[in-house]
């Protein structure tokens, strides 16, 4: 089997609603899908959402570094066995660094999508399920998290009551706004005391203003403090994580094994947010959760707003086989999707809970009519090329 075409589709995906945090407010997704096919006619599917304030990438330069980076790599490579693809999708960032050295350091939407579309072609053809990758499951089911956005109190409220009726256990909560303390106190209050609440700042603070904040909001137990300053202020997140009891996560600032390693040396946070589309796929995000756990430091998987259940299948494959795991963040699927894009409904139930997949690749079956309202642009790579 070898991969012979590459189809590279920019789309944007409605919402139900608005998600709103301080960085960002959305009622769409711009996402990246790749459909790749090989020579004995299975097809793969990959997708990210490249977001620029995250890792510099935008859909332009991650379907350019596919085109010319990373499909050329597997263009017409003959792919003996499971194993053989396997290998060639772990050292994909590198085949393309060595011969592309100029490539920036945050590159991992681009080898996300092409990663997860290869790694579902093989899949389907050598008829191997992706959560094969991580041996043994970790976990009967995953456990996922409710996020609480930065709107209204009244919002919030209803937001919250259906989380409560829902029966979530674990509430992340966006914040950066002057009614903090009223959300989180209204938060708690509904949700009561055996719920596990943390927060996300979206980089909303200073190193002053944040020291300020999490000692304010710590009669309310919150789990965690998420990137409570701008991402490349490594200085500044030293100086909160050893100034505060309070868990310090970072997101923003973690995009690449370089990120990892200087956050660690500086011991500059206590948990990483692992995200596939932002970390490079499934083997970057493992090597950076292998790392996390030598080094003592925790993990939870989260996963970028408006992902549809591409991504959301590579990462319950992820959640279920990686250990350790402190939180664990996706599946929304049509909880904020208008429509999601497979025949499978992978959107979390009652309690937040996610079901192992099982079948070859990904273990879902993606229905590209679904798609085709959505796209804005759409790129042809392989033997017509």
Known sequence: MKPVQCEVLEVELPFRLKFKHSLHERSTSSSVLVRMTSDTGEVGWGESLPREYVTGETTQSVVERIRDCFWPLLHETRISSWEDGLEIAKNLETAAREKHPDLPHRIGAARCAIEIAFLDLIGNHFRRSIGEIFGRRKREWVEYSGVVSGDSLWKVTKTSLKMRIGGLRFIKVKVGSADDKDRLKRIRLLMGSEADIRVDANAAWNVTEA?????????????????????DDYEGLQAITNAVTTPIMVDESLCSMEDARKLVGMDACDYFNIRLSKCGGLFGALE???????????????????????????????????????????????????????????????????????????????IPERIEPHITCRHKLGEET
């Open 211 to 231: 020291i300020a904040a999490i000692q304010s909001i710590k009669p309310f137990n919150i789990s965690s403090i998420e990137q409570p300053i701008p991402a």
């Open 288 to 366: 950076m959760a292998e790392f996390a756990r030598h080094q003592d430091k925790g993990c939870q998987l989260g996963c970028q707003v408006g992902e549809t259940a591409i991504l959301s299948a590579a990462g319950r494959h992820f959640a279920m086989g990686v250990a350790g795991l402190k939180f664990i963040e996706g599946s929304f699927g049509t909880h904020l999707l208008e429509q999601d894009v497979s025949k499978e409904d992978l959107t979390f139930r009652r309690k937040g809970i996610g079901k192992p997949l099982s079948g070859p690749g990904l273990g879902v079956t993606v």
